[in-house]
């Protein structure tokens, strides 16, 4: 028997139809159903799909403003960056514009992924000794794990580069909903409730999120931000003042108006009042990063993600190392499935926690770590009957011509239960549970645009005075300690959980992916991969089938937030994966924790080009108030 659970989401759209465009149709993702039984599961989302554009992001806000965007002629980056900011407005709970954002783009013109590293870095002043003197640590809220903001910079380093509008014309909707307010949805009244000590403690956060006689925004209360709207608005100043440059010059000066002009002096001047280690040059050397990204060929797609100085190559390290093993055979989410899935992740991950840091300051075996021979190597300690209890990361040096030497901390536990929380409540921060947004676009032409935005949230980021801004706190991902190769240092930037996705399949866009969920996105991410590529007749065409299936997750690892806290030997498994597999795994030794269906974090967000029909097809996971939109 089929039980299953409703929803319907508030869809709360403000989208001013031009009237040359009244006469396009696109579809509008508001609902879904979830059976509770076992595989496979279905969705009961529509098939979200059209001929000239696919959009999935967190908030049906930005994925309206996305589709304004492109709807008024702009390409996917054009709307990847208006979503960006409109996001950066009605999601922090998620993320706000004094956070981050990695970015992986394709242009179709230039048939190749890129990558723009928004990772801000710590202060000149941030040493180890800074903290160790003021008995400082890195507890993630407030001002002391506080970075630069690097989503504006990246943002705009995508629109002067790749996008067709100017600053304002993408700006407009995030400033009007900031000027005239927007809905709050429940998540961000939720996170303001549940930080109310935070929120009340800071003057600026106060003004900021409470009404004027201190109470608190129901869920569906119009709210304004009228400090964050004259920011956007100074920018767009700066950008018209340079207009008859043209329109690169207009960006950069809208740019360099946030990171070198007034608002960086406001925002300086804020942190210089409260003891933070923070000076202009901070802001005003700042910039993001133009990069390759790194890569792996899985049974033939090729898989992109961001460097090492972000968890991006967990992906691609777990997948060399289940290319050895026959998951079709095993049967999706069986007990050999999950357990191999499982086991991989913990070799990886131990990896992870040893040799990812920023490539600036460190000097990574990232060619080892890549390596299939590597990655069979790691295979091969895979126990089918029994689950590992070590956390061990592996040696790539051998396989890397170029580090000889590791004179850093190596994951080397054998039994690592004593050292984990066994109730099963594994927390990885100490400042709350953080979360992330994610946005994925893809236009009539074939341009692809994949970003996961975070930071700044409600949840531990100061409002820096008049400007609007929460710092973000991703320093608290940073250690303390120097024998850990992702240290604080000035300047650096710190190992991101942050992982955007995009696939190419003979050479062509196949699907952009990502996900909030800290430590657990590229397990999410891998898992609707998977589900995809090795299983694609139980979903085909709709993608959403393949979000909902029922997923896993490890704890086996140290958490990237402060404190770093481990849920070693710990998996939680959806509960409508059958009872007899939960059992099988307990048997081979795993500490199972069976959770709701839907109960595994994370809110994929998809978008595909079907190489059949030539459609955008366009998913959002029903763990979370995501929404798809195509037309």
């Given at each position: 028997m089929?039980?299953?659970?409703?929803?319907?989401?508030?869809?709360?759209?403000?989208?001013?139809?031009?009237?040359?465009?009244?006469?396009?149709?696109?579809?509008?993702?508001i609902?879904?159903?979830?059976?509770?039984?076992?595989?496979?599961?279905?969705?009961?989302?529509?098939l979200?799909?059209?001929?000239?554009?696919g959009?999935?992001?967190?908030?049906?806000?930005?994925?309206?403003a996305a589709?304004e965007?492109?709807?008024?002629?702009g390409?996917?980056?054009?709307?990847?960056?208006?979503?960006?900011?409109v996001?950066?407005?009605?999601?922090?709970?998620?993320?706000?514009?004094?956070?981050?954002?990695?970015i992986?783009?394709?242009?179709?013109?230039?048939?190749?992924?890129?990558?723009?590293?928004?990772?801000?870095?710590?202060?000149?002043?941030?040493?180890?000794e800074?903290?160790?003197?003021?008995?400082?640590?890195?507890?993630g809220?407030?001002?002391?794990?506080?970075?630069?903001?690097?989503?504006?910079?990246?943002?705009?380093?995508?629109?002067?580069?790749?996008?067709?509008m100017?600053?304002?014309?993408?700006?407009?909707?995030?400033?009007?909903?900031?000027?005239?307010?927007?809905?709050m949805?429940?998540?961000?009244?939720?996170?303001?409730e549940?930080?109310?000590d935070f929120?009340?403690?800071?003057?600026d956060?106060?003004?900021?999120?409470?009404k004027?006689?201190?109470?608190?925004?129901?869920?569906?209360e119009?709210?304004?931000?009228?400090?964050?709207?004259?920011?956007?608005?100074?920018?767009v100043?700066?950008?018209?003042?340079?207009?008859?440059?043209?329109?690169?010059?207009?960006?950069a000066a809208?740019?360099?108006?946030?990171?070198?002009?007034?608002?960086?002096?406001?925002?300086v001047?804020?942190?210089r009042a409260?003891?933070?280690?923070?000076?202009?040059?901070?802001?005003?050397?700042?910039?993001?990063k133009i990069e390759e990204?790194?890569q792996?060929?899985?049974?033939g797609?090729?898989?992109?993600?961001?460097g090492?100085g972000?968890?991006?190559?967990v992906?691609?390290?777990?997948?060399n190392?289940?290319?050895?093993?026959?998951?079709?055979?095993?049967?999706?989410?069986?007990?050999?499935y999950?357990h191999?899935?499982?086991e991989?992740?913990?070799?990886?991950?131990?990896?992870?926690?040893?040799?990812?840091?920023?490539?600036?300051?460190v000097?990574?075996?990232?060619?080892?770590?890549?390596?299939?021979a590597?990655?069979?190597?790691?295979?091969?300690?895979?126990d089918?009957a029994?689950?590992?209890?070590?956390?061990?990361a592996g040696?790539?040096?051998?396989?890397?011509?170029?580090?000889?030497?590791?004179?850093?901390?190596?994951?080397?536990?054998?039994?690592?239960?004593?050292?984990?929380?066994?109730?099963?409540?594994?927390?990885?921060?100490?400042?709350?549970?953080?979360?992330?947004?994610?946005?994925?676009?893809?236009?009539q032409?074939?341009?692809?645009?994949?970003s996961t935005p975070?930071?700044?949230?409600?949840?531990?980021?100061?409002?820096?005075?008049?400007t609007?801004?929460?710092?973000?706190?991703?320093?608290?991902?940073?250690w303390?300690?120097p024998?850990?190769a992702?240290?604080?240092?000035p300047?650096?930037?710190?190992?991101?959980?942050?992982?955007p996705?995009i696939?190419?399949?003979?050479?062509?866009?196949?699907?952009?992916?990502?996900?909030?969920?800290?430590?657990?996105q590229?397990?999410?991410?891998?898992?609707?991969?998977?589900?995809?590529?090795?299983?694609?007749?139980?979903?085909?065409?709709?993608?959403?089938?393949?979000?909902?299936?029922?997923?896993?997750?490890?704890?086996h690892?140290?958490?990237?937030?402060?404190p770093?806290?481990?849920?070693?030997?710990q998996?939680?498994?959806?509960?409508?994966?059958?009872?007899?597999?939960a059992?099988?795994?307990?048997?081979r030794?795993?500490?199972?924790?069976e959770?709701?269906?839907?109960?595994?974090s994370?809110?994929a967000t998809?978008?595909?080009?079907?190489?059949?029909?030539?459609?955008?097809?366009?998913?959002a996971?029903?763990?979370?108030?995501?929404?798809?939109?195509a037309?």
């Amino acid at each position: 028997m089929l039980a299953s659970i409703n929803y319907l989401g508030d869809t709360m759209l403000n989208i001013p139809l031009r009237n040359t465009l009244h006469a396009l149709s696109f579809v509008i993702l508001i609902g879904f159903t979830v059976g509770l039984t076992t595989e496979p599961l279905s969705a009961q989302r529509p098939l979200v799909a059209g001929p000239n554009a696919g959009v999935s992001t967190g908030h049906p806000l930005t994925s309206a403003a996305a589709l304004e965007t492109l709807l008024q002629g702009g390409n996917a980056f054009d709307a990847g960056v208006t979503a960006l900011l409109v996001g950066g407005v009605v999601e922090q709970d998620l993320y706000g514009l004094g956070g981050e954002a990695l970015i992986l783009v394709y242009p179709e013109l230039e048939r190749k992924v890129t990558s723009i590293v928004g990772q801000g870095w710590a202060p000149r002043g941030a040493t180890i000794e800074w903290y160790r003197e003021r008995n400082k640590d890195l507890n993630g809220a407030g001002l002391d794990p506080a970075v630069i903001p690097g989503a504006l910079h990246g943002a705009l380093t995508v629109l002067e580069r790749w996008g067709t509008m100017s600053f304002e014309q993408v700006s407009t909707r995030a400033i009007a909903y900031a000027e005239h307010g927007f809905p709050m949805r429940s998540l961000t009244a939720r996170a303001i409730e549940g930080n109310l000590d935070f929120v009340q403690a800071w003057p600026d956060n106060r003004r900021y999120w409470l009404k004027s006689d201190g109470s608190v925004y129901e869920a569906g209360e119009t709210i304004k931000l009228p400090t964050l709207a004259n920011t956007l608005k100074k920018m767009v100043e700066a950008e018209r003042k340079a207009a008859s440059a043209g329109r690169v010059q207009g960006i950069a000066a809208a740019r360099d108006r946030f990171y070198k002009g007034d608002i960086a002096e406001q925002m300086v001047a804020f942190l210089r009042a409260h003891d933070a280690p923070f000076d202009l040059s901070d802001f005003a050397e700042y910039s993001a990063k133009i990069e390759e990204p790194t890569q792996t060929n899985y049974r033939g797609y090729t898989v992109y993600k961001q460097g090492f100085g972000s968890q991006g190559p967990v992906l691609l390290q777990t997948l060399n190392i289940l290319e050895n093993f026959d998951l079709q055979a095993m049967g999706h989410n069986s007990p050999d499935y999950v357990h191999t899935i499982i086991e991989a992740m913990k070799l990886t991950y131990a990896d992870r926690d040893t040799y990812y840091a920023d490539p600036e300051f460190v000097d990574i075996p990232a060619e080892g770590l890549l390596s299939k021979a590597y990655a069979k190597t790691r295979a091969a300690e895979i126990d089918p009957a029994l689950a590992s209890l070590s956390f061990k990361a592996g040696d790539p040096l051998p396989y890397d011509p170029t580090v000889t030497e590791w004179p850093y901390w190596v994951a080397n536990i054998e039994d690592a239960r004593s050292l984990s929380d066994a109730s099963g409540s594994f927390v990885p921060s100490a400042g709350g549970l953080k979360d992330t947004t994610h946005i994925a676009i893809i236009d009539q032409s074939g341009n692809v645009f994949d970003s996961t935005p975070s930071g700044g949230w409600i949840r531990g980021a100061v409002i820096l005075g008049q400007t609007g801004i929460g710092l973000s706190t991703r320093g608290e991902q940073f250690w303390l300690d120097p024998k850990r190769a992702n240290h604080i240092r000035p300047r650096a930037r710190p190992r991101y959980t942050l992982t955007p996705s995009i696939v190419l399949h003979d050479g062509k866009p196949f699907m952009a992916i990502g996900t909030p969920g800290g430590d657990n996105q590229d397990q999410t991410i891998l898992q609707t991969f998977l589900n995809i590529v090795e299983f694609r007749s139980a979903w085909y065409p709709n993608p959403h089938e393949a979000i909902a299936w029922p997923r896993v997750r490890t704890q086996h690892l140290h958490g990237s937030f402060w404190p770093h806290a481990a849920g070693f030997t710990q998996m939680d498994m959806e509960s409508n994966i059958s009872s007899d597999v939960a059992a099988e795994l307990r048997k081979r030794g795993h500490h199972v924790n069976e959770v709701p269906p839907l109960g595994v974090s994370g809110c994929a967000t998809v978008v595909m080009l079907d190489g059949t029909t030539g459609n955008r097809l366009a998913a959002a996971d029903p763990r979370r108030d995501c929404y798809a939109i195509a037309y």
